[in-house]
């Protein structure tokens, strides 16, 4: 919104006084987005030992710090995990041997010998910049704005409002080096406004047809503005991201292991939208 429309809608807050003013209240998180496909493993299958190893072709000096967290967590799990060095070895080696095999065959090759029971190949790790995850409407006559999921805002022909924010995305294989059988395809993802600080409540205003929440902290993507100093746009962050980029990085790395370490999967908990729905993204 402009900075004159930004005007004349406090100008009309001011009018309207002690007038009802509907509100939404955003709950603090929301189930992670898991579309990760698992296959049950008998009591023979269970991973004890992995190598955690890079995408294909990749320069794997990209991903030590995300490889290294990982690793970590692991072995806090009582995974043993092969060591960095000899992950290196087994996507650099150029031996005459494996000249020609693959970087994941030959990640198999040294996994086999050094006795892991898998390789946790990433795919993809990174931040996607902006998606719509979060669904406000006020339908028309209602007291109060509600979250609804994506289907029912589409739906809806009350005043909407779609709000954004960054998101973190892994992409990954869980392989068994026995055989090469694929363990489980994962494809988790956290945008960070499913995973707040706390409740957030807000105002929800109408405005030409839109709907616009009023809470010190939106926008949620931050706020533009022009840096004189850096003689560039820069953004303003709100306050509660660095949070929820950790608790989005530590849900992501808690339901990875479980899956590394074929650990029951708990159903994901339905959220508290309209009717259970959970939100869905467009990655």
């Known amino acids: 919104m402009t900075t004159r429309g930004l005007a004349l809608l406090a100008a009309f807050v001011a009018t309207v006084g002690c007038a009802h003013v509907p509100s939404v209240t955003l709950t603090k998180e929301l189930p ?9 493993l008998a009591s023979t299958q269970r991973v004890s030992s ?22 970590a967590e692991l072995m806090r799990n009582g995974v043993r995990v092969i060591s960095g060095a000899v992950t290196g070895r087994a996507i650099e080696c150029r031996s005459v041997a494996t000249a ?12 086999r010998d050094a ?7 990433i795919e993809s790790l990174g931040v996607i910049e902006k998606v ?29 409002a779609a709000l954004s924010s960054g998101a973190l995305h892994l ?3 869980l392989i068994d080096v026995a055989d090469g059988e694929l363990l489980a395809a994962i494809d988790l993802a956290c945008p960070f406004l499913w995973s707040l600080p706390y409740d957030l409540k807000a105002e929800a205003w109408t405005y030409a047809e839109r709907l616009v929440l009023q809470h010190p902290n939106l926008p949620m993507e931050g706020t533009r503005r022009w840096d004189s100093a850096q003689n560039a746009h820069v953004t303003d962050l709100p306050e509660w991201e660095p949070y929820a980029r950790n608790r989005c990085g530590k849900r992501i790395i808690d339901r990875l292991i479980a899956i590394t370490l074929g650990l ?18 467009e990655l």
């Not at 190598?51 to 320069?59: E, K, R, T, W």
């Not at 020609?100 to 996994?111: G, I, N, P, S």
């Open 50 to 71: 992995v190598m955690v190893v890079p995408p294909s072709g990749s320069d794997s000096s990209r991903y030590e710090s995300q490889i290294a967290s990982l690793e």
């Open 115 to 121: 006795g892991a029971d898998a390789i946790l190949q």
């Open 264 to 281: 029951p999967l708990a159903p994901l908990p339905r959220s508290a939208l309209r009717g259970g729905a959970v939100p869905v993204l």
């Open 132 to 160: 719509a995850s979060r669904y406000i409407v006020l339908e028309r006559g209602a007291d109060e704005a509600q979250e609804v999921g994506r289907d029912d805002f589409a739906a809806s022909t009350g005043a909407k």
């Open 171 to 173: 992409v990954g294989r």
């Open 32 to 40: 992670l987005y898991d579309r990760s496909a698992v296959k049950p």
């Open 100 to 111: 020609r095999l693959t970087d994941l065959e030959r990640a198999l090759v040294m996994a």
